[in-house]
């Protein structure tokens, strides 16, 4: 789960990391308000979305006057906003943050996250700060430092010193430096975060450590103990399928193929997505409906899935254990007459009431004649494959 940078900077703040004032505003008028309630030169106003990239996209904008805030907010909140982070579709905006402006000298990468190859967690750090690290990770890695934490200890202080160090920081500044790395990775770790980024985190021109931008991804498998988190979900940011999807308790991945795929378990689904790109094609997504899949559920994967217009063909592979298989045919029938099949459905349907789902197929094959029997998967494979192909 994602949350807007006003909400990452609270996280940071109570956490004991110093971070600008600042005000949330969802008007222009509001803007040129907060502008003058700073009653400083300059200030920043910076679209909130579930995507970074947004200096470059022309949604964080420093300005000089409060109808330069009203005018900065006015475009931000009539334009979707594009970046290299999102899809050419681009994401509205409807929160804006102004700050005051901060001086800055110089710019810091600070990052938390989980290092999968050493079954760590790590802290990242760059003196390389506010340009995308994964353009500095590529170019120069060796400027991207990386602390694994201990297990039980966390990041100990004789780490983050020596972080710091490594970034450069001296004197008073390097105390302070630290003290805002191991605070960050406290946090991290309280919140159950899958990503914690400050980027960037910059010392002023007066000689102040601040984080000016603040990111915070979760682990959804823990939001179950964070309530206040999950009230914090902003739903305008999400794709509407996802949103859908995840209301329906499908797990739903959007890919770029044009095979859409309703399988039941996370890894018959990935078998599933593997034999149709053996066969030559590409899945349109990843969708688990679950082992204990419902009609209704069912129904709605259905949707989904075909609400997805690069969808050509889809393969329905359903192993019933738990899951039955006359559910999902039923399933299949009602989406069927509710939506209307357009596209071929190949179903490979095997285990737990098979014969009760094949007689419930053969009886709607009139009615539904997109709808095709498979033998087994591969045999569903190459019946979805060619139909693709064809269209
Ligand atoms: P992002 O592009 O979505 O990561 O948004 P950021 O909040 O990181 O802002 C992008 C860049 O704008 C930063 O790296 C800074 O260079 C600049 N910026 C943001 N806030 C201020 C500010 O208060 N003062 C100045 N001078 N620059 C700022
Ligand atoms: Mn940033």
Redesign the pocket.
């Known amino acids: 789960m994602k949350i807007h940078e006003y909400q990452a900077r609270q996280i940071l703040s109570d956490a004991g990391i110093p971070v600008p004032q600042a005000t949330v505003v969802r008007t222009p008028e509001e803007a040129a308000e907060a502008f003058k309630s700073f009653a400083g030169p300059m200030c920043v106003v910076k679209a909130q979305v579930y995507a ?1 990239g ?2 470059k996209a022309g949604f964080v904008k420093l300005v000089k006057s409060a109808d330069e805030a009203r005018q900065a907010a006015q475009f931000m909140l009539t334009h979707r906003m594009t970046s290299y982070q999102t899809g050419p579709e681009g994401v509205p905006v409807s929160v804006l943050l102004v700050a005051p402006g901060v001086e800055i000298a110089k710019e810091y990468y600070l990052g938390m996250t989980l290092d999968r190859s050493r079954s760590t967690l790590t802290m990242i750090a760059s003196a390389e700060g ?1 340009v995308e690290i994964e353009e500095v990770a590529k170019k120069s890695p060796e400027k991207v430092l990386k602390e694994p934490l201990h297990p039980l200890l966390g990041l100990q202080g004789y780490q983050a010193r020596e972080l710091a160090y490594k970034l450069g920081f001296k004197d008073k500044l390097a105390g302070e430096a630290a003290r805002v790395m191991v605070n960050l990775s406290t946090a991290f770790i309280k919140t159950d975060a899958s990503l914690a ?1 400050i ?2 985190l910059v010392v002023t021109k007066d000689g102040k450590l601040l984080a000016i ?1 603040a ?1 915070f991804n979760f682990d959804d498998s823990a939001l179950f103990r964070h309530n206040d988190i999950v009230a914090m979900e902003d739903e305008s940011q999400e794709k509407p399928l996802d949103v859908r999807a995840k209301k329906a308790n499908l797990n739903y991945i959007a890919l770029d193929g044009t095979i859409g795929c309703l399988v039941n378990g996370a890894g018959l689904a990935m078998a599933t997505m593997d034999i149709i790109k053996l066969h030559g094609a590409e899945p349109a997504n990843f969708l688990d409906v679950g082992g204990s899949v419902t009609a209704d559920g069912a129904i709605e994967a259905f949707r989904i899935i075909l609400s997805d217009p690069k969808v050509k063909g889809i393969l329905v592979n359903i192993f019933g254990g738990i899951a039955k298989c006359d559910v999902i045919a039923d399933a299949l029938v009602k989406a069927g007459r509710e939506v209307g099949f357009k596209v071929p459905v190949v179903v490979r349907l095997e285990g737990t009431n098979v014969d009760k789902a094949r007689e419930i197929l053969r009886n709607a094959k009139s009615e539904l004649p997109m709808i095709l029997g498979a033998s087994d998967l591969t045999d569903a494979a190459k019946k979805v494959t060619a139909a693709v192909k064809a269209a």
Request: proline share 11%; glycine share 34%.
């Open positions: 970074g947004r200096g506010g980024e980027n960037p931008d990111k």
